[in-house]
């Protein structure tokens, strides 16, 4: 059974703290300021005030960037279960893979062209890894 995250679901200071998560992820990950910006389709200035830590800082965001912050948080859970080590669990989306999917890229790369498709097919694949179905 699929839920659909709805925005109003969410306080302003819930969204504040998944972006955060999903930012200290990416930054773990090795993604660029840029990449995690196109992998959570938010702004420079959201980034910049996301990592600030200004705890007065609230932002609204909508079901996509939502859903985006969730695939982070689960394709994170995922690493976490099929690799024992730290280096793999933070390493793994900056890895080359020869993956069909991935063809040599590394899944951040996928991740970070932007689009909700290839956010999902990484989580896909980095789930399966871990023997979850498609």
Request: include cysteine.
């Amino acid at each position: 059974m699929t839920v659909a995250i709805q925005a109003h679901d969410f306080s302003r200071e819930q969204c504040v703290a998944g972006l955060r998560a999903a930012l200290n992820i990416l930054d773990k990950w090795g993604a660029s300021s840029e990449q995690a910006c196109r992998v959570l389709r938010i702004s420079r200035s959201t980034y910049t005030r996301a990592r600030q830590r200004d705890s007065q800082w609230s932002v609204g965001l909508d079901a996509d960037q939502l859903q985006r912050i969730s695939m982070v948080l689960n394709i994170h859970a995922a690493l976490r279960l099929v690799f024992d080590n730290p280096e793999n669990v933070y390493g793994f989306p900056s890895m080359e893979n020869r993956n069909e999917f991935f063809n040599g890229r590394a899944p951040l790369d996928i991740m970070a062209q932007g689009d909700m498709i290839s956010l999902y097919e990484t989580f896909r694949r980095i789930d399966a890894l871990r023997g979850g179905q498609w």
